[in-house]
């Protein structure tokens, strides 16, 4: 079965470095992989999506990148603020069922 | 003006109980999901309805029991509660046609079962 890892379960990084999240999945890469951000008692928030015929995408502050050969993306924050902390969720989209598959996530902790 | 709302946020109730949330989506989307995030934080779907039609249902103990009375709300329902559905269980919507697949998230319920 198709299995999700983001390898850091918390990480912490200092206020204005670049925070780097990793999502590594197994088998079939899927259409789409998408990340999402998630506070304490609330619900997950889309931030950005990345096809696979994408190598990177850019959004403001975020960068994701997507390499199918490894079978991994990569999420970057640059200039990196206290506002930021919270926990990012990778997810696969394999546009076959309309099931998106999450990871479990990694909690973010940007020091002053 | 909440684009998917749940309710209640919080619901605390004994073993073998029933009880029901309920989600409500204004987004015009055609697709709703359940997804129950456990104590480790796993986000795992549960249900997916498609205008109405359940498409995916993950080996979901029959207690529980999803219901859209039409493309805008999805209910659900759980008989004989047992301590391991204590769980935060979020509602999401999408627009399958876009085909974009940005699921929007209700804020959760958090269900405690004693």
């Known amino acids: 079965s198709q299995k999700i890892e983001q390898n850091s379960e918390a990480l912490n990084i200092q206020e204005g470095k670049t925070a780097t999240l990793t999502c590594n999945y197994t088998?079939?890469?899927?259409?789409?992989l998408q990340w999402y951000r998630q506070d304490p008692g609330r619900g997950p928030v889309f931030l950005l999506l990345?096809?696979?015929?994408?190598k990177e995408k850019r959004k403001e502050r975020l960068k994701v990148t997507f390499d199918t050969t490894l079978k991994q993306s990569l999420f970057h924050i640059t200039a990196s603020q206290p506002a930021d902390s919270a926990t990012y969720l990778c997810?696969?989209?394999?546009?076959?069922?309309?099931?998106?598959?999450f990871g479990k996530g990694t909690r973010l902790h940007i020091l002053p | 003006d909440t684009a998917v709302s749940q309710t209640p946020k919080y619901l605390v109730t004994q073993m073998g109980n029933d009880k029901s949330i309920k989600c409500e989506q204004n987004?015009?989307?055609?697709?709703m999901y359940w997804y129950k995030q456990d104590s480790k934080k796993f986000l795992k779907i549960m249900f997916s309805?498609?205008?109405?039609?359940?498409?995916i249902n993950e080996t979901v103990p029959n207690r529980f029991s999803p219901k859209s009375p039409d493309k805008a709300h999805l209910n659900l329902h759980i008989n004989s509660l047992e301590l391991g559905d204590s769980a935060v269980y979020f509602c999401?919507?999408?627009?399958?046609?876009?085909?974009?697949?940005?699921?929007?998230f209700g804020e959760g319920s958090r269900l405690t079962v004693l």
């Open positions: 088998n079939y890469s899927p259409a789409y």
């Open positions: 997810a696969l989209d394999f546009r076959t069922d309309d099931k998106i598959i």
């Open positions: 990345i096809r696979e015929n994408e």
């Open positions: 309805y498609n205008n109405k039609e359940l498409i």
């Open positions: 999401a919507s999408s627009q399958a046609a876009t085909r974009t697949g940005e699921l929007f």
């Open positions: 987004l015009g989307h055609d697709t």
